[in-house]
C-alpha cells in the first residue's frame, strides 16, 4: 500500500483546534466511524456479494461505507442535535469519513478505483430500491485527488469559525499555517480550473461542495488575507510586518523631516488638516462597542477606542471639517482615510478588525440622518499593515508632488539628491504596486499616481533633474522593477579581484598597438573630444550595473574591461533616450567608442575579437542591453572584427566630423593651422585606402557610400582639398607630403550590372572566344542559349497559356464546374463542421462511466 501524509485527520485536527470537536463534521465522523459490531442494524444492501473484491481492506471498508448509506436513511435515529438539520452536508460529512478512511487505512490508486468500480456496478441493484428522495454522489477519484479534497473540506471549516483567536493557536506552528494555506491555494485554483473545465471528477466533486457551502461566513476575505499573512515568516501573530513605526496619524516619516528642513510642511493642506485631527481625540469609555457574537473581533478596546475617536470627529464635520480652509469635502474626506491609515499602522489589530473598524464607521454615519455632508470609506478591502504604510507613503508624497517639483526646479536647492533619491524611492514603490495590482488593494493609488505623471513633461524634468535614477521608465510594463539594470555595491571579494588588475606584474602584456597608437593631435577643440570625453567619464559613486558582474571574472588578464562594461550600459542607456539624428549619431559615436576603449585593454587577439572570451562575453551584454531596452537599430552583427581596421574607421569618422572647425583664419592661429596639417596629412593615408571601397560613383555624378558611419565621398571631404584651403604647403615640412586621391573611374550602372552577372552566373554568359572559326549549326546554338532569348521564349509562353486558361474559363462551362466545385467544397467544410460538434455532443453524453457521478439513494424517514 501507498505511505500517505497522515498528519491532518480529524482527530489531531480537534486536538490542535479545540473547536473542531464541537462541529458537525467532528460529531457525524465520531457515529460514521463505529465499528460494523457496534452499529450494524440498519439492513442496507445485507444481500449484496463482496467476493468479486477479492481484498479484505477495501471489503471491510465498503461493507461500512453500505452500513453508513443506511444511516443517512435515518439520520434522527443516529445523530443528535442540529446535525439531523443539516441534510444537505450529511452527504458531505460521510464522503469526508470515506476519504479519510482511504488516507488513515493508505488505500493504494488500485484498491480506490476497487472500491468506486464497486460502487458503480451495484448503484442500480439493492441501491436502486430504496427512495431516490436524497442522492449521494460518489465520483472516482485518484489518490491526489482525494488528499486535495479533505484539505479543502478543513479549510471552509477552519475559516468559517467566527473566533479570530483560533489563528493564534495555530500561528506558533509553520506546518499548520502551511496546511491551511495550501487549501486557500487549492480553493483558488480550483475555482479557476473547475469554472471551464467541469467535465471532470475532481471538477464534479468541488462544484458540488461548493455549491453546499455556498454561505460562508461573514468577513470571509479578511479572514483569507489573515491566513496568508501567517503564513509569511516575517509576519507577525496580527498580520502586520515588522517595520519601524511611522509618526501615527501624520505624514510619512521620510517626507515628514525632507519638507520640515526646507519648512515647506504647511504649503499643502494634507499637515495641518492631521494636527486639527488630533486636536479633536477621544478615548473611549466602553471597552465594547460591537457584540462579540456578532462580529470575529479580536483587539476590541483597541478598535472601540479608534471608532469613539472618528465618531467625535464625524459629530463635528460640518461645522468643522466640511468646510475648512474652502477645500473640496470629499478632499477632506479623503485625508481623513489616510489619517486612519497612518493610525491602524500604529495598532495591534488584525486585517479582521480593521475591516469590522471600516464596517461601523459606514454603519455610523449612514444611520446619523443629521449629518450633511456624509463621509466613510466603501473600499476596505482588510488591508494588511504593509499595505497601509505603502498605501499612505505613495498618497502623502503624492499631496506634496508639486512643492518638491518647484524645489527641484529651483536652482539654489541644495537638497536635490535627497529629494531625488526619496522620489525613486516612492517610484520603486509604484512599480510594486503594478506588480500586486491582482489583490486590488492599491487601485486608488495607482489611479492617482498616473494622473499626476501622465504629462511626458513632468517625467522629462524629473529626468533631468535626478539623472541615472530610470524614473522616465516608471510607466513601462516590460520592466518589474523601475531601472532594468540594477546598480549594485561592490563586495569586498569583487574589490579584491579588480584590485589585481592594478598590479605592474598583471600588466605585462599591453593593448592592441596599430603603430599610430601613440601619435597625438591636439584637438582638444574638436566637437568630437567633448563627445568621447563624455562617454568615457567615471562612474559616480561605488556602484555597478548587475548586468556587468560576469566580466569581474576576467578583469585580471583583461584589465578594464568591468569598467568598460559599466561605462558601456550607461552610454546605451542613455542613447535609448534620444531621437532621429542624434540618436544616428550618438550609435557611430558609442560604437567607434567601444572599439577604441577595446584597443586599450589587455591581452587580446586584435585580429578576431570573438576569438577572446572575454570580449564575447562584452558584446553578449551589449546585445541583452539592447534587447532588453527594446533597442535595435544600434545593433551589429559583426564578425571578424579586426582592430586596426576598427582604429582606422574611427580616424576617418571623427576627420569628417570635425571637418568644418578645422580653420585659419588669423596670424595667430600659426601652431593650430600647423597641428591641422599634421593631423591632415596623417588621415590622407587612411582616406587613399578606403575610397574605393567606400564609394560607388557612377557617370551621373552620384556616389552611393557603402560605409555611411565613418565615410563620405563628397568631394569637398577630401583630405587634399582641405589641405589645400588651410595653405599647409606653406610649412616647410609638409611640402609636397600629400597627394590628392580621387574618386575611381565613374561607373556605367549597365556594364557593372553585365560584370557582376559574369561573377556570379557565367553560364548566362556563355561566349566562347577560343575558336576562330563557327560552325552554322554552332551560331544556331549560341543564338539559342542568348539570354534574350531564352527570357522572351519563357515569357511568351507564360503569357499564351493564361490566356488559354482565361478563355476556356469564360466561355466555357468548364468555369461553371470549377465554380460549383468550390461551393460544394465549402458546404461540405460546414456540414463536416457541424456533425463533428454532434459527434462531440454524442461523446459528452455516452463517455468514458468512470467520468460519471454514481447516484447511490437512500430514503429519509
Same mark, same amino acid.
Given at each position: 500500500?501507498?505511505?500517505?501524509?497522515?498528519n491532518?485527520?480529524?482527530?489531531k485536527?480537534? $486536538? *490542535?483546534?479545540?473547536? =473542531?470537536?464541537? /462541529?458537525? &463534521?467532528?460529531?457525524?465522523? @465520531?457515529?460514521? !466511524?463505529?465499528?460494523?459490531?457496534?452499529?450494524?442494524?440498519?439492513?442496507?444492501?445485507?444481500?449484496?456479494?463482496?467476493?468479486?473484491?477479492?481484498?479484505?481492506?477495501?471489503?471491510?471498508?465498503?461493507?461500512?461505507?453500505?452500513?453508513?448509506?443506511?444511516?443517512?436513511?435515518?439520520?434522527?435515529?443516529?445523530?443528535?442535535?442540529d446535525?439531523?438539520?443539516?441534510?444537505?452536508?450529511?452527504?458531505?460529512?460521510?464522503k469526508?469519513?470515506?476519504?479519510?478512511?482511504?488516507?488513515?487505512?493508505?488505500?493504494?490508486?488500485?484498491?480506490?478505483?476497487?472500491?468506486?468500480?464497486?460502487?458503480?456496478?451495484?448503484?442500480?441493484g439493492?441501491?436502486?430500491?430504496?427512495?431516490? $428522495? *436524497?442522492?449521494?454522489? =460518489?465520483?472516482? /477519484?485518484? &489518490?491526489?485527488?482525494?488528499? @486535495?479534497?479533505? !484539505?479543502?473540506?478543513?479549510?471552509?471549516?477552519f475559516?468559517?469559525?467566527?473566533?479570530?483567536?483560533?489563528?493564534?493557536?495555530?500561528?506558533?506552528?509553520?506546518?499548520?499555517?502551511?496546511?491551511?494555506?495550501?487549501?486557500?491555494?487549492?480553493?483558488?485554483?480550483?475555482?479557476i480550473r473547475?469554472?471551464?473545465?467541469?467535465?471532470?471528477?475532481?471538477c464534479?466533486?468541488?462544484?458540488?461542495?461548493?455549491?453546499?457551502?455556498?454561505?460562508?461566513?461573514?468577513?470571509?476575505?479578511?479572514?483569507?488575507?489573515l491566513?496568508?499573512?501567517?503564513?509569511?515568516?516575517?509576519?507577525?501573530?496580527?498580520?502586520?510586518?515588522?517595520?519601524?513605526?511611522?509618526?501615527?496619524?501624520?505624514?510619512?516619516?521620510?517626507?515628514?523631516?525632507? /519638507?520640515?528642513?526646507?519648512?515647506l510642511?504647511?504649503?499643502?493642506?494634507?499637515?495641518?488638516f492631521?494636527?486639527?485631527?488630533?486636536?479633536?481625540?477621544?478615548?473611549?469609555?466602553?471597552?465594547?462597542?460591537?457584540s462579540?457574537?456578532?462580529?470575529?473581533?479580536?483587539?476590541?478596546?483597541t478598535i472601540?477606542?479608534?471608532?469613539e475617536?472618528v465618531?467625535?470627529?464625524?459629530e463635528?464635520?460640518?461645522?468643522?471639517?466640511?468646510?475648512?480652509?474652502?477645500?473640496?469635502?470629499?478632499?477632506?474626506?479623503?485625508?481623513?482615510?489616510?489619517?486612519?491609515?497612518?493610525?491602524?499602522?500604529?495598532?495591534?489589530?488584525?486585517?479582521?478588525?480593521?475591516e469590522?473598524?471600516?464596517?461601523?464607521?459606514?454603519?455610523?454615519?449612514?444611520?446619523?440622518?443629521?449629518?450633511?455632508?456624509k463621509?466613510?470609506?466603501?473600499?476596505?478591502y482588510?488591508?494588511?499593515?504593509?499595505?497601509?504604510?505603502?498605501?499612505?507613503?505613495?498618497?502623502?508624497?503624492?499631496?506634496?508632488f508639486?512643492?518638491?517639483?518647484?524645489?527641484?526646479?529651483?536652482v539654489?536647492?541644495?537638497?536635490?539628491?535627497?529629494?531625488?533619491?526619496?522620489?525613486?524611492?516612492?517610484?520603486?514603490?509604484?512599480?510594486?504596486?503594478?506588480?500586486?495590482?491582482?489583490?486590488?488593494?492599491?487601485?486608488?493609488?495607482?489611479?492617482?499616481?498616473?494622473?499626476v505623471?501622465?504629462?511626458?513633461?513632468?517625467?522629462?524634468?524629473?529626468d533631468?533633474?535626478?539623472?541615472?535614477?530610470?524614473?522616465?521608465?516608471?510607466?513601462?510594463?516590460?520592466?518589474?522593477?523601475?531601472?532594468?539594470?540594477?546598480?549594485?555595491?561592490?563586495?569586498?571579494?569583487?574589490?579584491?579581484?579588480?584590485?589585481?588588475?592594478?598590479?605592474p606584474?598583471?600588466?605585462?602584456?599591453?593593448?592592441?598597438?596599430?603603430?599610430?597608437?601613440?601619435?597625438?593631435?591636439?584637438?582638444?577643440n574638436?566637437p568630437?573630444?567633448?563627445?568621447?570625453?563624455?562617454?568615457?567619464?567615471?562612474?559616480?559613486?561605488?556602484?555597478?550595473?548587475?548586468?556587468?558582474?560576469?566580466?569581474?571574472?576576467?578583469?585580471?588578464?583583461?584589465?578594464?574591461?568591468?569598467?568598460?562594461?559599466?561605462?558601456?550600459?550607461?552610454?546605451?542607456?542613455?542613447?535609448?533616450?534620444?531621437?532621429?539624428?542624434?540618436?544616428t549619431?550618438?550609435?557611430?559615436?558609442?560604437?567607434?567608442?567601444?572599439?577604441?576603449?577595446?584597443?586599450?585593454?589587455?591581452?587580446?587577439?586584435?585580429?578576431?575579437?570573438?576569438?577572446?572570451?572575454?570580449?564575447?562575453?562584452?558584446?553578449?551584454?551589449?546585445?541583452d542591453?539592447?534587447?532588453?531596452?527594446?533597442?535595435?537599430?544600434?545593433?551589429?552583427?559583426?564578425?571578424?572584427?579586426?582592430?586596426?581596421e576598427k582604429?582606422?574607421?574611427?580616424?576617418?569618422?571623427?576627420?569628417?566630423?570635425?571637418?568644418?572647425?578645422?580653420?585659419?583664419?588669423?596670424?595667430?592661429?600659426?601652431?593650430?593651422?600647423?597641428?591641422?596639417?599634421?593631423?591632415?596629412?596623417?588621415?590622407?593615408k587612411?582616406y587613399?585606402?578606403?575610397?574605393?571601397?567606400?564609394?560607388?560613383?557612377?557617370e551621373?555624378?552620384?556616389?552611393?557610400?557603402?560605409?555611411?558611419?565613418?565615410?563620405?565621398?563628397?568631394?569637398n571631404?577630401?583630405?587634399?582639398?582641405?589641405?589645400?584651403?588651410?595653405?599647409?604647403?606653406?610649412?616647410?615640412?609638409?611640402?609636397?607630403?600629400?597627394?590628392?586621391?580621387?574618386?575611381?573611374?565613374?561607373?556605367?550602372?549597365?556594364?557593372?550590372?553585365i560584370?557582376?552577372?559574369?561573377?556570379?552566373?557565367?553560364?548566362?554568359?556563355?561566349w566562347?572566344n577560343?575558336?576562330?572559326?563557327?560552325?552554322y549549326?554552332?551560331?544556331?546554338?549560341?543564338?539559342?542559349?542568348?539570354?534574350?532569348?531564352?527570357?522572351?521564349?519563357?515569357?511568351?509562353?507564360?503569357?499564351?497559356?493564361?490566356?488559354?486558361?482565361?478563355?476556356?474559363?469564360?466561355?466555357?462551362?468548364l468555369?461553371?464546374?470549377?465554380?460549383?466545385?468550390?461551393?460544394?467544397?465549402?458546404?461540405?467544410?460546414?456540414?463536416?463542421?457541424?456533425?463533428?460538434?454532434?459527434?462531440?455532443?454524442?461523446?459528452?453524453?455516452?463517455?468514458?462511466?468512470?467520468?460519471?457521478?454514481?447516484?447511490?439513494?437512500?430514503?429519509?424517514?
Open positions: 500500500m501507498s505511505i500517505n501524509n497522515k491532518f485527520i480529524l482527530i485536527l480537534a $486536538e *490542535k483546534l479545540k473547536f =473542531f470537536q464541537g /462541529l458537525d &463534521l467532528y460529531k457525524s465522523y @465520531e457515529v460514521l !466511524n463505529k465499528s460494523l459490531a457496534d452499529l450494524n442494524n440498519t439492513n442496507f444492501c445485507v444481500n449484496i456479494s463482496f467476493s468479486e473484491l477479492d481484498d479484505p481492506d477495501v471489503i471491510s471498508l465498503q461493507k461500512k461505507l453500505l452500513r453508513n448509506l443506511g444511516i443517512l436513511q435515518k439520520p434522527e435515529e443516529f445523530f443528535v442535535g446535525i439531523t438539520k443539516s441534510k444537505d452536508k450529511l452527504c458531505v460529512y460521510l469526508y469519513w470515506l476519504y479519510e478512511q482511504l488516507i488513515v487505512n493508505d488505500f493504494s490508486n488500485f484498491e480506490i478505483n476497487l472500491l468506486f468500480d464497486f460502487l458503480e456496478k451495484h448503484k442500480n439493492c441501491m436502486k430500491d430504496k427512495s431516490l $428522495e *436524497k442522492t449521494c454522489n =460518489f465520483y472516482k /477519484l485518484s &489518490l491526489k485527488d482525494i488528499h @486535495e479534497i479533505k !484539505n479543502l473540506y478543513d479549510y471552509i471549516e475559516l468559517n469559525n467566527k473566533d479570530i483567536k483560533i489563528y493564534d493557536e495555530i500561528s506558533k506552528d509553520h506546518e499548520w499555517v502551511s496546511y491551511f494555506k495550501k487549501g486557500l491555494d487549492l480553493y483558488k485554483i480550483s475555482k473547475c469554472s471551464s473545465d467541469k467535465h471532470n471528477n475532481y464534479y466533486e468541488f462544484n458540488e461542495f461548493e455549491k453546499i457551502y455556498k454561505e460562508k461566513s461573514p468577513y470571509f476575505s479578511c479572514k483569507e488575507k491566513l496568508t499573512l501567517l503564513h509569511n515568516k516575517e509576519t507577525t501573530l496580527t498580520g502586520h510586518s515588522p517595520q519601524d513605526n511611522a509618526h501615527e496619524g501624520t505624514l510619512d516619516p521620510v517626507l515628514y523631516n525632507l /519638507l520640515k528642513k526646507n519648512n510642511l504647511n504649503e499643502v493642506k494634507l499637515h495641518s492631521y494636527e486639527l485631527i488630533k486636536s479633536h481625540s477621544k478615548t473611549s469609555t466602553s471597552s465594547s462597542c460591537v462579540i457574537n456578532e462580529y470575529p473581533i479580536k483587539e476590541e478596546a472601540c477606542n479608534l471608532f475617536h465618531k467625535n470627529i464625524l463635528k464635520w460640518d461645522e468643522y471639517y466640511a468646510k475648512y480652509q474652502d477645500l473640496n469635502p470629499n478632499k477632506y474626506c479623503e485625508y481623513l482615510n489616510y489619517w486612519l491609515y497612518g493610525k491602524l499602522i500604529n495598532i495591534n489589530v488584525t486585517p479582521c478588525d480593521m469590522i473598524f471600516y464596517f461601523l464607521w459606514h454603519k455610523y454615519v449612514m444611520d446619523k440622518e443629521k449629518l450633511i455632508n463621509c466613510n470609506n466603501e473600499k476596505s482588510g488591508f494588511s499593515k504593509e499595505e497601509l504604510i505603502n498605501k499612505k507613503k505613495l498618497f502623502d508624497f503624492l499631496e506634496y508639486k512643492v518638491i517639483k518647484e524645489k527641484l526646479s529651483d539654489k536647492n541644495e537638497n536635490t539628491n535627497e529629494y531625488c533619491k526619496y522620489i525613486k524611492d516612492v517610484f520603486e514603490l509604484y512599480k510594486y504596486m503594478v506588480q500586486k495590482k491582482i489583490l486590488q488593494s492599491y487601485n486608488e493609488e495607482i489611479r492617482l499616481f498616473q494622473n505623471f501622465s504629462d511626458n513633461n513632468v517625467l522629462h524634468l524629473l533631468e533633474k535626478c539623472p541615472n535614477m530610470c524614473l522616465g521608465l516608471v510607466f513601462n510594463e516590460k520592466y518589474k522593477t523601475l531601472c532594468k539594470f540594477e546598480e549594485k555595491s561592490l563586495t569586498e571579494q569583487e574589490k579584491e579581484k579588480l584590485n589585481l588588475c592594478k598590479n606584474e598583471g600588466a605585462k602584456t599591453g593593448g592592441h598597438d596599430d603603430g599610430n597608437h601613440g601619435k597625438i593631435f591636439n584637438v582638444t574638436f568630437t573630444y567633448n563627445v568621447y570625453k563624455e562617454l568615457n567619464a567615471d562612474l559616480t559613486g561605488q556602484n555597478y550595473y548587475a548586468i556587468c558582474s560576469k566580466l569581474i571574472l576576467y578583469d585580471e588578464k583583461h584589465c578594464g574591461i568591468f569598467n568598460l562594461c559599466n561605462k558601456l550600459v550607461r552610454n546605451l542607456i542613455k542613447y535609448s533616450k534620444m531621437k532621429n539624428k542624434e540618436r549619431e550618438s550609435c557611430s559615436y558609442i560604437t567607434h567608442w567601444l572599439y577604441d576603449q577595446i584597443g586599450k585593454i589587455q591581452n587580446i587577439n586584435s585580429n578576431n575579437l570573438y576569438n577572446t572570451v572575454a570580449f564575447s562575453e562584452l558584446f553578449k551584454v551589449r546585445n542591453i539592447l534587447h532588453q531596452l527594446d533597442t535595435f537599430d544600434c545593433l551589429y552583427n559583426t564578425p571578424n572584427i579586426n582592430l586596426k582604429k582606422e574607421q574611427k580616424y576617418l569618422h571623427d576627420y569628417f566630423k570635425n571637418h568644418s572647425e578645422m580653420k585659419c583664419e588669423d596670424a595667430s592661429s600659426g601652431n593650430k593651422c600647423e597641428n591641422y596639417c599634421n593631423y591632415i596629412t596623417f588621415i590622407s587612411i587613399a585606402n578606403y575610397i574605393d571601397e567606400c564609394c560607388h560613383c557612377f551621373s555624378g552620384y556616389c552611393r557610400e557603402i560605409c555611411p558611419y565613418f565615410f563620405m565621398c563628397d568631394d571631404y577630401n583630405p587634399h582639398t582641405l589641405f589645400e584651403k588651410l595653405e599647409c604647403n606653406k610649412f616647410e615640412e609638409f611640402r609636397e607630403t600629400i597627394k590628392k586621391v580621387d574618386r575611381h573611374v565613374p561607373e556605367d550602372l549597365f556594364v557593372k550590372w560584370a557582376d552577372i559574369s561573377i556570379k552566373s557565367p553560364h548566362l554568359l556563355n566562347d577560343k575558336k576562330s572559326s563557327i560552325t549549326e554552332e551560331a544556331d546554338n549560341k543564338i539559342t542559349w542568348d539570354p534574350f532569348y531564352i527570357f522572351a521564349l519563357v515569357s511568351f509562353g507564360c503569357l499564351g497559356a493564361f490566356l488559354i486558361f482565361f478563355i476556356f474559363y469564360k466561355f466555357t462551362p468555369g461553371s464546374y470549377f465554380n460549383n466545385r468550390d461551393s460544394g467544397k465549402k458546404k461540405s467544410y460546414f456540414e463536416n463542421f457541424e456533425q463533428q460538434y454532434l459527434e462531440d455532443n454524442v461523446e459528452l453524453s455516452h463517455g468514458n462511466r468512470n467520468n460519471q457521478r454514481m447516484r447511490l439513494a437512500y430514503h429519509q424517514a
